[in-house]
């Protein structure tokens, strides 16, 4: 007789719940009615799931994000638990939407729906990967610019995670900055 | 509290599993 074995058949629980939303650039309608929420999930076995059923970021339209947020966090600076934060950013080149994107966006969701940050994980919001035709942008979003301990060991764990070369620099801007910036590059608060 | 960590090797795993 057979003893059924727990691994095969329960799911992994996550930490967090987790969304992930989908916003595409149409310009006949407003920034809200264009993110758009595309399923929630809170084990292992769901997220692959989804991710196994959706589309590269390197296979999308310009202009169109995917946002991976915790559940009750809208993907948008204006969110309380947003507002006082920022993100650690990646500006990717041209060629590399070719050789990293894809890569990159894996490993970034990975680093939160498996708590790679260890307490720091809780200062994580969520990450976005915006598709642009100047270069694709790469961010993970933490709750209070603040909190530079968090924010540090966020930034160099998710660094040495896509294997960035130590001399090649990451900064982390908060929103505020972004959202008043007035000519196209945000100073960074901290760089690693 | 504990808090639910998973390594990518784990998570890489569990994509490929029935």
């Known amino acids: 007789s057979a003893v059924a074995n727990p691994e095969q058949y329960i799911k992994?629980?996550?930490?967090?719940?987790?969304?992930?939303?989908?916003?595409k650039n149409d310009k006949s309608k407003s920034w809200t009615e264009n993110l758009r929420l595309i399923a929630k999930f809170d084990t292992v076995e769901d997220f692959w799931a989804l991710y196994n059923h959706i589309q590269q970021p390197s296979k999308l339209g310009y202009g169109c994000d995917y946002c991976l947020f915790k559940d009750g966090i809208k993907p948008m600076w204006e969110d309380d638990r947003n507002k006082l934060g920022g993100r650690w950013l990646m500006t990717l080149n041209k060629q590399q939407r070719h050789n990293d994107l894809d890569r990159y966006w894996m490993e970034t969701l990975l680093c939160l729906i498996g708590e790679s940050f260890d307490e720091a994980s809780d200062d994580v919001c969520g990450a976005v990967v915006n598709v642009r035709p100047k270069g694709d942008k790469l961010a993970i979003w933490t709750g209070n610019c603040q909190n530079r301990d968090a924010?540090?060991?966020?930034?160099?764990?998710y660094k040495e995670r896509l294997n960035?070369?130590?001399?090649?620099?990451?900064?982390?801007?908060?929103?505020?900055?972004?959202?008043?910036?007035?000519?196209?590059?945000t100073k960074n608060m901290y760089t690693v | 509290?504990?808090?639910?960590?998973?390594?990518?090797?784990?998570?890489?795993?569990?994509?490929?599993s029935p």
Do not use: V
Not at chain 1, 13 to 22: C, I, K, T, V
Not at chain 1, 151 to 157: A, H, K, P, V
Not at chain 1, 164 to 185: F, R, V
């Open chain 2, 1 to 16: 509290g504990t808090r639910i960590i998973y390594d990518r090797k784990f998570l890489l795993e569990c994509r490929s």
């Open chain 1, 12 to 23: 992994h629980p996550l930490q967090n719940r987790w969304a992930l939303w989908y916003f």
């Open chain 1, 151 to 157: 924010i540090m060991t966020i930034g160099q764990q």
């Open chain 1, 164 to 185: 960035i070369p130590s001399k090649a620099l990451i900064g982390y801007q908060s929103h505020d900055d972004t959202s008043s910036k007035s000519g196209s590059t």
